[in-house]
């Protein structure tokens, strides 16, 4: 006959393995978002030193180089490939739009207030890829996208009056965002995570480069770029560094603990960032802004749910 206490048993320690990973996942997930919103309140701190889109690109040239380095280290030369290269490209291209515009809109408004609305993407990319690619998408969820839209309005509602049209900017980068979510999905499998991440630093590094000589040359005032002081350097090295290190653990957990689990932990970076903005920069969100920021979070956890459907 067989055993059933030790069937019992067996099944007990899975389930017990199994909630573990999940734990395990979550509090990865939890420390790798943290960790970039972390490297957002660094960005923020060089604010008025050196312009948005130098920032960016030095940012980008540092993690690049260093992300080569990684890569020769682990993989050695045979680990430079480049596969599908139009698609490579887009990846960067759309990296290089949502730097420079997200970095640019946390200069002129609040932490919060940025990174809120750059929560759009996951929604946007929904909307975007039901209109090019015909892919089905329910009244529900073309639902929860007004509603978010309507979310992005009232969080913007002072930046705009303040700021004009470059209160858009957020949205600027959550489009971009969304592109090279669409972009990710067309490369995954075609090379390690480690020349994924080295690939579309390395693209996106010369645009953004070529973007910050651009503002230089106009003659614009506050795009001129002089020699960057420590405090830039420092800022944009551990961003670099921090950055790579928080997209490995947001990898690692959801190995350990599935897509699913994961996804919801990205809405920690909202809460990083309000609390960076009033400690550090002293800005205090109005409960006008909480509510849109709350109806865009509630309308991104809709999508999630509908998606497992």
Known sequence: MPDNSSSKAEGSASADARRSDVAAGMAYALAGFALLSGGDGLIKSTSGEWPGM?????????GAVGLGIVLLLVEGREGFRFPLPRVQLARGFFLAVA?????TSIFLMPLATAVSIQFMAPLLTAAISALLYRERLSRGRWLATLVAFIGVIIVLRPSF????????????AAFGMSGLMMANARAAGSGSVLLM???VAAIAAPILLLAAAIGHFSG???????????????VCTV???SASFAHMLIY???VRGSAAVVAPMVYVQILVAIGLGVVFYQDYPDLVALGGTGIIIASGIYLLRDGRK
């Open 220 to 234: 614009y005032p506050p795009l001129q770029i002089g020699w960057p002081t420590q405090h830039v350097v420092l």
């Open 197 to 199: 991440q080295f690939i």
């Open 99 to 103: 730097t420079l515009t997200f970095f």
């Open 252 to 254: 690692t957990a959801t």
């Open 239 to 241: 961003v670099a560094v």
């Open 54 to 62: 130098a920032v960016a690109a030095l940012r980008f040239t540092i």
């Open 161 to 172: 009056a303040e700021l004009g049209w470059a209160a858009l900017l957020p949205l600027a």
